[in-house]
């Protein structure tokens, strides 16, 4: 009798535990329906993914070092970097640069990783020692997904390393999700808050790794970018100031070459007048509205011409260079409309052919809602209007002309860059100060009417546009980033090092 009993009780626990002999997941008197438990929540933005990882340059010769010395860095700098040390000054630190990964969060704030380069200063001058101020850099514009801010055999990197680590900054430069090792299938490219985000969420992880790399931080932290990376460090700052002021205290901020005035910029473009490289930025930029539920488009098909509308949207970036692709004809080099599409300004010409990216149809409905819902229309109010087209809600919603930054800003560019035009830093400059904002120092290197202290370094500018003249080498080529940029990061660090603390 009492095995038997047992045995029935266990029957009849076996049998709840089934849903009483029920379908899958039905519940019938007296069964209990036991729900699976929820999926763990994802990490903390800004954790870090391992730990923090030396990275070894190569040095002149072939020889690899963790840390470079100031003297084995400026023999790469003056090697590799358009102008070298007599623009970025001679280096007083030695460098060692780590990658470090950490989780940050894609275009729908779903939990993703990325990496970010720190680069640390050490040494026996007074410069590279102690609690060290953070620059926080945003990097420009790369086609390759394997590109990585801890390579300082690439040209990016090895002028930051010069320019900032190098004279005593902490620097952390982030690869953004989509590189570097990244497991993100695409890059959310000018979407302002996962950029932001992402850089924000390196710092923290930067921050909580400090103590392992042995370097202690200051209070001072700046915020910098040039080109794509101008943009970014703008958001950012941005970020800081209106959503993460209780974390972030920024002392100064510079963002440099940036298309901060987006939907101006498009509109420009779109009106007829492109910028150098517009043929690969503009899909980033499409391809960044549409992962984040922008809807830009049913089918690339809507925005593309045939024969590159296939597999455009997982073409940036990836493995090749822009002009690889070119080559392989998975781009036009710079043509971007139809050979009779109107309107065409005078002196845009090579941007109109037939072999062109944009479909017609695509460019007139654009123009169309430029001319029904026109925008831009004041400096201080240039977004109060209301596009209809997708393409152009998307550059309105991710211009930074919305707020004023309450920190020392410095705006620098090329008044005749042809890749990012300087009207962007021209209109964002006008905004800010039209919006009050109370320390805002702007820099365009082609000003001849400017005073000291910017007078010597624009009458350097001239002289090394015209070195490159007597060599017979194309400014048009090298000034966006081999000329501006330079300039306008010396001028930054010099902003930053007589910048008060906040």
């Not at 990658?99 to 640390?120: E, F, I, P, Q």
């Not at 010069?162 to 900054?169: D, K, L, P, T, V």
């Not at 809507?302 to 260079?321: N, Q, S």
Request: some cysteine.
């Amino acid at each position: 009798m009492r095995c038997a009993k047992v045995t029935l009780i266990c029957l009849a626990l076996a049998l709840a535990s089934c849903g009483g002999g029920g379908g899958s997941g039905s519940q019938s008197s007296g069964s209990v329906v036991v729900s699976p438990p929820p999926p763990p929540p994802p990490p903390p933005r800004g954790s870090v993914i391992g730990a923090a990882t030396v990275v070894p340059a190569t040095l002149i010769g072939g020889a690899t070092a963790g840390t470079v010395e100031p003297g084995e860095l400026k023999k790469l700098v003056d090697q590799s970097v358009v102008l070298g040390t007599t623009v970025t000054s001679t280096p007083l630190c030695a460098v060692t640069t780590y990658t470090l990964k950490y989780h940050t969060v894609d275009s729908l704030a779903a939990d993703t990783d990325a990496s970010t380069a720190v680069m640390v200063p050490s040494g026996k001058d007074a410069a590279c020692q102690g609690n060290r101020p953070v620059l926080l850099y945003a990097h420009g514009t790369t086609v390759q997904k394997s590109d990585d801010m801890a390579d300082l055999s690439s040209s990016e990197p090895l002028m930051i390393a010069a320019m900032f680590a190098a004279r005593g900054y902490i620097v952390v430069a982030p690869n953004y999700a989509g590189y570097a090792g990244s497991s993100l299938a695409y890059h959310a490219y000018l979407d302002a808050n996962q950029q932001s985000a992402d850089m924000v969420d390196a710092l923290r992880a930067a921050r909580s790794s400090f103590a392992s790399m042995k370097v202690g931080a200051s209070s001072r932290l700046m915020v910098t970018g040039y080109s794509q990376g101008g943009y970014v460090a703008l958001a950012t700052q941005r970020a800081m100031q209106t959503g993460y002021a209780g974390e972030f205290n920024v002392t100064a901020a510079a963002p440099l070459s940036g298309p901060y005035a987006l939907l101006l910029f498009g509109d420009t473009i779109f009106a007829g007048a492109p910028t150098v490289g517009a043929t690969g930025f503009l899909p980033l930029v499409i391809n960044a509205g549409q992962r984040a539920g922008a809807a830009l488009y049913a089918s690339t098909a809507d925005v593309y011409e045939a024969k590159y509308a296939t597999g455009i949207d997982t073409l940036l970036p990836g493995t090749r260079g822009f002009g690889a692709l070119v080559a392989a004809g998975k781009l036009p080099d710079d043509v971007l409309f139809a050979q009779d599409s109107l309107p065409q300004p005078d002196g845009y010409a090579s941007f109109f052919g037939v072999d062109h990216l944009i479909k017609t149809a695509y460019r007139n409905g654009y123009l169309a809602d430029l001319k029904a819902n026109p925008c831009n229309t004041s400096a201080a109010n240039p977004l109060d209007c209301a596009p209809a087209q997708p393409l152009r809600r998307w550059l309105l919603k991710n211009d930074l002309r919305t707020y004023t930054p309450s920190v020392p800003l410095f705006l620098c560019g090329g008044g005749d860059d042809p890749v990012v035009s300087f009207a962007n830093t021209k209109a964002a400059g006008a905004y800010f100060a039209a919006r009050g904002a109370p320390a805002l120092t702007g820099l365009d290197l082609e000003d001849t009417s400017l005073a000291t202290p910017y007078l010597a370094t624009r009458l350097e500018f001239a002289a090394a546009k015209e070195v490159l003249r007597q060599a017979n080498k194309s400014v048009k080529d090298s000034y966006h980033a081999g000329l501006v940029a330079p300039f306008c990061l010396r001028e930054a660090r010099a902003f930053f090092d007589s910048a008060p603390n906040r």
